[in-house]
């Protein structure tokens, strides 16, 4: 089940199936690199990410129950 399942669902929302052959694609963070941890859960990244690619919204036009537009448009820049 997913760790974001308290949040409510949009149409550009991963399923339980897609989240499943989209994580292990995803870079893991290595602990041995440094760095802060983790702030908010890769799910829903990816969900806010894809909020601004499906509605074609502006960055900061991102909902509130989302990630911060800020933070989710440098993990976008990163995986790019």
């Known amino acids: 089940m997913c760790a974001c399942s308290c949040k409510p669902s949009y149409d550009s929302s991963l399923t339980d199936a897609q989240w499943a052959v989209i994580e292990p694609l995803l870079p893991e963070r290595d602990p041995r690199r ?11 990244v ?9 509605s074609g919204c502006a960055w900061r ?6 990630v911060p537009w800020d933070a989710a448009y440098r993990w976008f820049r990163a995986w790019t």
Do not use: E, I, S
């Open 46 to 54: 990816v969900d806010t990410v894809l909020y601004v690619l499906v």
């Open 34 to 44: 440094g760095g802060r941890p983790l702030k908010f859960p890769r799910r829903l």
């Open 61 to 66: 036009l991102v909902p509130h129950d989302l």
